[in-house]
């Protein structure tokens, strides 16, 4: 059996794809990599790790060899707002990453995973019910990678058939692995925070609305689009997706119904709300539906209920981002 490479597997989504591909085909068929050593009890849990830069064909192509790899998760980005602090370093990542395991799968005949955002749209796009084909012209650097991402796995998928497939992903909600530096990151630490101080400080404004995901729907997405029939799909790659649509405010309320005395203020980030205000308010997700039957199960009740309870079972921890 062939085996799998999850790259950037200590990261948010990385970690708990990881995982869950161990749990589902076993320990030994899944390469978990990344540019950082794993440290004991990493949620990716126990099993094949290689240290992997993913902006070296050679190194990426070695493990893939070696190691009889059939499919790349390639989870490896800066995200939103970590790029507006350093463009050229992210173009340089989010670019120059994809670009090289793209030829890597073409090179070795790999299926390929590549999450896309709504990063990817732009203050042009239509905002509300975004449809999955529209105006795409985002004004920051990780727009401009994840567009060109979309357009350069849609390029493979036609001029030389390799299977990639992907996802636009909205903000990712977690209790496990923290975000590293993404606009929607104020939707995980405003759990953190509630159960610690009863009080959260918000960086966007309190009527930002945004799309969002909880991450066990998350990476039902990954591996159902990834198990879907290619002759039912129309679009391979970059499919709207969506689970549940809040702003902080919203999500203080749904708090407030577990923590009575939860406080919510403000104090906005011109940065982030520049991107948040660039996102659209709601994607349009009925082709993921129709095309490969997604349907979330968490909605924003259920989500919150379930991040509460599972971050009072563990020892406190909060993002690295919001300090
Ligand atoms: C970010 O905020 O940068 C990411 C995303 C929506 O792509 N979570």
Redesign the pocket.
Known sequence: MKKTLVIGALGQIGSELALALRNRFGVETVIASDVRAPQPGAASGDGPFQYLDCTSFRQIETVVRRHDVGTIFHLAAV???VAEQNPQASWDLNMGGLYRVLEVARECGCSLFFPS???AFGPTTPRDRTPQDTIQRPNTM?GVTKVAGELLCDYYVARFGVDARGLR????ISHVTP?GG????FAVDIFHQAIRYRHYTCFLRHDTRLDMMYMPDTIDAILQLMAADPALLRHHNAFNVTAMNFTPEELAGEIRKHIPDFAIDYDVDPVRQAIADSWPRSVDDSEARAQWDWSPRYDIAAMTADMLKKLRAKPRTVSRFNR
């Open positions: 995200l939103s707002a955002s709504i990063g990780y992903l909205p903000g990712i975000p993404g606009t929607t990151d």
